[in-house]
Nanobody, 114 residues
Framework: QVHLKESGGGLVQPGGSLRLSCAASGIIFTSYTMSWYRRAPGKQRELVASVSGATENYVDSVKGRFTIDRDNANSILYLQMNSLKPEDTAVYYC?????????WGQGTQVTVSS
């Protein structure tokens, strides 16, 4: 059974940092493209960052501020978020994709507010 469990969300002031983690089980972690998505209130879900092999991709709004990383030995995906802005407020979801099959975590709330 596939399980993705996010952690690390919370309330942070603008300009602050958070590090999200996603612990994966039930999959061959290294075979999957791993991604972080987010859904802000009243908006559609958005791909934030993805990593496949050595290739990383970021949505323009987070480039230079967020870094995606994966610990293949422990099947953990990370998202280091720096210089956070109020518009980064959203529920962040971990995603694992292989050949069109997608698995999702339950999400973790990130709120950026003073």
């Amino acid at each position: 059974q596939v399980h993705l469990k996010e952690s690390g969300g919370g309330l942070v002031q603008p300009g602050g940092s958070l590090r999200l983690s996603c612990a994966a089980s039930g999959i061959i972690f290294t075979s999957y493209t791993m991604s972080w998505y987010r859904r802000a209130p009243g908006k559609q879900r958005e791909l934030v960052a993805s990593v496949s092999g050595a290739t990383e991709n970021y949505v323009d709004s987070v480039k230079g501020r967020f870094t995606i990383d994966r610990d293949n030995a422990n099947s953990i995906l990370y998202l280091q978020m720096n210089s956070l802005k109020p518009e980064d407020t959203a529920v962040y979801y971990c995603n694992a994709e292989l050949h069109g099959y997608n698995y999702w975590g339950q999400g973790t709330q990130v709120t950026v507010s003073s």
